[in-house]
């Protein structure tokens, strides 16, 4: 693993096209966050993706991005429906 590799002094990702489940996206996050935490720097490049290109590339100390890079973020949300008691009244 890079993290433990004395012969590697940082990564650079080149963050494109993420065809995966957000749980693998944080399981990738995690592992970029032990190579930050042996010392070495991360650095993303993105040149175009949505919300899950840039979560993996914001796990990085560094992201870049050219001038003519598209990156489309329309944002996340979390509803929840609260039914305490509804079952009880039928």
């Known amino acids: 693993m890079a993290a433990k590799d004395p012969r590697i002094t940082g990564v650079v990702l080149q963050?494109?096209?993420?065809?995966?489940?957000w749980a693998k996206l944080t399981e990738?996050?995690?592992c970029i966050q032990l190579?930050?935490?042996a010392g070495k720097f991360t650095v993303a490049y993105l040149e175009a993706g949505g919300e899950r290109e840039y979560y993996?590339?914001?796990a990085c100390e560094e992201v870049v991005c050219p001038p003519?890079?598209?990156v489309s973020l329309?944002?996340?949300?979390?509803?929840?429906?609260?039914?305490?008691?509804?079952?009880e009244k039928v």
């Open 35 to 37: 190579v930050r935490d």
């Open 28 to 30: 990738l996050r995690r």
């Open 15 to 21: 963050v494109e096209g993420v065809a995966a489940g």
């Open 56 to 58: 993996v590339a914001a």
């Open 74 to 87: 329309t944002g996340l949300s979390v509803s929840g429906t609260f039914l305490g008691g509804v079952l």
């Open 68 to 70: 003519s890079a598209y």
